[in-house]
């Protein structure tokens, strides 16, 4: 079955760096978009950084622009969200999210904290 599983949350000061990454598995990882949301306590789930299955077409927010990057590594069915310079508004949980045909999947988040 498909299964999507984040790691590298923890708690940082802001400035600091942070790398997430999504293990994916049960699909074909290289034929799909992939892309990390977060969601505050009390706020919507934002869509972050996407990254096409080729990594041709890649996308940010404008809040983290110039500051996070999405990669990812198709031979390791792993994508990645390299976080630098990071400021308290960026305390969120992160998920990553198989995009493209339905049905979406979502890993279970993981939890990123900036805070000095």
């Known amino acids: 079955q498909v299964q999507l599983v984040e790691s590298g949350g923890g708690l940082v000061q802001p400035g600091e760096s942070l790398r997430l990454s999504c293990a994916a598995s049960g699909f074909a990882f290289s034929f799909y978009a992939m892309s990390w949301y977060r969601q505050a306590p009390g706020k919507e789930r934002e869509l972050v950084a996407s990254?096409?299955?080729?990594?041709?077409?890649?996308n940010y927010a404008e809040s983290v622009k110039g500051r996070f990057t999405i990669s990812r590594d198709n031979a390791k069915n792993t994508v990645y969200l390299q976080m630098n310079n990071q400021r308290p508004e960026d305390t969120s949980m992160y998920y990553c999210k198989r995009e493209g045909r339905p049905p979406a999947y979502w890993g279970q988040g993981t939890q990123v904290t900036v805070s000095s």
């Open positions: 990254i096409g299955s080729a990594a041709s077409s890649i």
